[in-house]
T-cell receptor, first 110, second 113 residues
Framework: EDKVVQSPLSLVVHEGDTVTLNCSYE??????LLWYKQEKKAPTFLFML????IEKKSGRLSSILDKKELFSILNITATQTGDSAIYLC??????????FGTGTRLQVFP | EPEVTQTPSHQVTQMGQEVILRCVPI?????FYWYRQILGQKVEFLVS????????KSEIFDDQFSVERPDGSNFTLKIRSTKLEDSAMYFC???????????FGDGTRLSIL
């Protein structure tokens, strides 16, 4: 059965800290790994990764995929209180559906 | 930036009643999806829809569920006879191509009494 596992489940840091969120996956005919940020409502798209070893970057956020070890990490440097959210990882295979993990709840305190 | 819009934001319904959740996907998108998230649990895939037909559905999407694109802009999810366990946040998503990132709406919180 396809599954996506995220760790840690919860993380509490102070502003300015750097965090690393982990995502491992087992997805049949894997094609892509996606990261989303969920605040109060809609999951907001962050990154889609399809190739190993190529870092995707957006401001203080970056992510990389390892297709050999079946995992991805999301890094956030110099965290801010606005980064507080649930970060969701999802795997996509050769069908339409995304398989989501349970998410990592990040709380950033001033 | 274009976004997926969903209505209503919150729906409260008696068990056994029919509900219709509405979504307006991003205008140039061709693939549409429904997911649900029971409180405290993972986001789960329900159904995908392309070219006016279901392309994939999960085990959750049984005969009580149906989807429709009644016109060029709306995409609806109908639950025929709601059960208590249908209480969840329902998200609509869309993507321009079948392999692109899915963009989600704010969700409809469905509460079954």
């Amino acid at each position: 059965e396809d599954k996506v596992v995220q760790s840690p489940l919860s993380l509490v840091v102070h502003e300015g800290d750097t965090v690393t969120l982990n995502c491992s996956y087992e997805v049949t005919n894997f094609r892509s790994l996606l990261w989303y940020k969920q605040e109060k409502k809609a999951p907001t798209f962050l990154f889609m990764l399809t190739s190993s070893g190529i870092e995707k970057k957006s401001g203080r956020l970056s992510s990389i995929l390892d297709k050999k070890e079946l995992f991805s990490i999301l890094n956030i440097t110099a965290t801010q209180t606005g980064d507080s959210a649930i970060y969701l990882c999802a795997g996509g295979g050769n069908t339409d559906k995304l398989i989501f993990g349970t998410g990592t709840r990040l709380q950033v305190f001033p | 930036e274009p976004e997926v819009t969903q209505t209503p934001s919150h729906q409260v319904t008696q068990m056994g009643q029919e509900v219709i959740l509405r979504c307006v996907p991003i205008s140039n998108h061709l693939y549409f999806y429904w997911y649900r998230q029971i409180l405290g649990q993972k986001v789960e895939f329900l159904v995908s829809f392309y070219n006016n037909e279901i392309s994939e559905k999960s085990e959750i999407f049984d005969d009580q569920f149906s989807v429709e694109r009644p016109d060029g802009s709306n995409f609806t999810l109908k639950i025929r006879s709601t059960k208590l366990e249908d209480s969840a946040m329902y998200f609509c998503a869309s993507t321009p191509g079948g392999r692109g990132p899915q963009h989600f709406g704010d969700g409809t919180r469905l509460s079954i009494l």
